[in-house]
């Protein structure tokens, strides 16, 4: 059974600051995605990883993905209290399935 | 704005009633799929379905079942509820099987008293 974590689950880092969320997985899979989702709402695509070495980015926010080592990073760069949200990565076996099994989210707080 | 919306927003029930939970998908988005999330977790797979059918299930009992109509609107159903049941249901549209969703409705968040 394909299980995801990430680390830290809860954060909190002041502004202006540097910090990395984890995820790795269990299984083979050549699909990993991040999420966004503020409190009350819906999850937020943030970005698509497809391939060993990926690497996006999007203003403050860069993800990586290491397929040899079931690991992905999402860094995010001189924090801005607007990038207070929980973060999900997620993972699509590489069976054809479209199921998505998601971390258990990493809890953003900036302090300013 | 991601075109999937859900209906109710909020929703109230009482231990062992049903609900039927609603959702639109974005236009030409032949694939719908489920989610439960649970207070403080990730959301959870629950089924997809592709042109009407089911077409992959996760780990939920078959009190929780679905249906999609023609114009790629799908119900939620869920039986007997329990306590447990009490979470965000999301629903996500994909414009092809085997396409994993990237866009989620605002969810209905259901409350089992």
């Known amino acids: 059974e394909l299980k995801v974590e990430q680390n830290p689950l809860f954060l909190s880092m002041q502004e202006g600051k540097n910090y990395t969320i984890y995820c790795n997985y269990s299984?083979?899979?050549?699909?990993l995605y991040w999420y966004r989702q503020d409190p009350g709402k819906s999850l937020e695509s943030l970005f698509v990883?497809?391939?060993?070495?990926a690497v996006k980015q999007e203003g403050r926010l860069m993800a990586s993905l290491d397929t040899k080592a079931r690991l992905s990073t999402l860094h995010i760069t001189a924090a801005v209290h607007d990038l207070s949200a929980t973060y999900f990565c997620?993972?699509?076996?590489?069976?054809?399935?479209?199921?998505?099994?998601f971390g258990t989210g990493t809890r953003l707080t900036i302090i300013p | 704005e991601t075109g999937v919306t859900q209906s109710p927003t909020h929703l109230i029930k009482t231990r062992g009633q049903q609900v039927t939970l609603r959702c639109s998908s974005q236009?030409?988005?032949?694939?719908v799929s489920w989610y439960q999330q649970a207070l403080g977790q990730g959301p959870q797979f629950i089924f997809q379905?592709?042109?009407?059918?089911?077409?992959g299930r996760g780990n939920f009992p078959p009190r929780f079942s679905g249906l999609q109509f023609p114009n790629y609107s799908s119900e939620l159903n869920v039986n007997a509820l329990e306590l447990d049941d009490s979470a965000l249901y999301l629903c996500?549209?994909?414009?092809?099987?085997?396409?994993?969703?990237?866009?989620f409705g605002n969810g209905t968040r259901l409350t089992v008293t």
């Open positions: 996500a549209s994909s414009l092809a099987q085997g396409e994993v969703p990237l866009h």
């Open positions: 299984t083979t899979s050549d699909r």
């Open positions: 990883l497809l391939s060993n070495g």
């Open positions: 997620a993972v699509n076996s590489n069976f054809g399935n479209e199921k998505l099994t």
């Open positions: 236009s030409g988005h032949n694939t």
């Open positions: 379905y592709y042109r009407e059918e089911e077409n």
